[in-house]
């Protein structure tokens, strides 16, 4: 059975920091990792799709690796925002019409 | 606008009624899902449909039900078997193998 582990499960840094959030999962049989944010009291926003044929994705500042071989994917954040504050989470994607495994998420406060 | 719709975003209920949550979708999306989150738990799937007028149980889905007549509705309801029925829920569209897209959740106290 997969699982999905994000540690650590808070974080708070300051303002400008550039950062990683680390996202680990058991089976490395997957099909895509998505990376979504989830406001306080909000759904979840995706933020980034990985497919399993592909080592990163961009967008704006933030980049997203994925090495399946040793199950792991990062969240990089540059050049970190208080807005940026928000509950970070992965999930992976064993096969094309699976469903997704969820991490439990890892609560990021950017202080000013 | 295409997206995902929950009504309504706050819902109250007393102990023992059944309560019905709606989720619309206009993304033409094939696979829509119901999760639910409580405190420090992650996310949960409720139930799964795949396609109209065929869905699947999930993790926990004891004291729920879901029907799927329409490809953009998945509506579901907490019957009063469910014994902890208080928590935010989500609902979620997807056309495989494409990104996973979730609605503004509903909110249910049940006391």
């Known amino acids: 059975k997969q699982e999905v582990t994000q540690i650590p499960a808070a974080l708070s840094v300051p303002e400008g920091e550039n950062l990683v959030l680390n996202c680990s999962f058991t089976d490395s049989a997957i099909y895509n990792l998505q990376w979504f944010r989830q406001d306080p009291g909000k759904g979840l926003t995706s933020l980034l799709l990985?497919?399993?044929?592909?080592r990163e994705q961009t967008s704006g500042r933030l980049n997203a690796s994925l090495d399946k071989s040793s199950g792991r994917s990062t969240l990089y954040i540059a050049a970190s925002q208080p807005g940026d504050s928000a509950t970070y989470l992965c999930?992976?994607?064993?096969?094309?019409?699976?469903?997704?495994?969820f991490g439990k998420g890892i609560t990021l406060s950017v202080r000013p | 606008d295409g997206g995902i719709t929950q009504s309504p975003k706050y819902l109250f209920r007393k102990e023992g009624q059944n309560v019905t949550l709606s989720c619309e979708q206009n993304l033409n999306h094939d696979a829509m899902y119901w999760y639910r989150q409580d405190p420090g738990q992650g996310l949960r799937l409720i139930y799964y449909s795949q396609i109209v007028n065929d869905f699947q149980k999930g993790d926990i889905a004891e004291g729920y039900s879901v029907s799927r007549e329409k490809k953009e509705s998945f509506p579901l309801t907490v019957t009063s078997a469910q014994k902890n029925p208080t928590a935010f829920y989500l609902c979620a569209s997807r056309q495989p193998p494409n990104e996973q897209y979730f609605g503004p959740g509903t909110r249910l106290t049940v006391t």
């Open positions: 990985i497919q399993s044929s592909q």
């Open positions: 999930a992976v994607c064993p096969g094309a019409n699976s469903k997704l495994t």
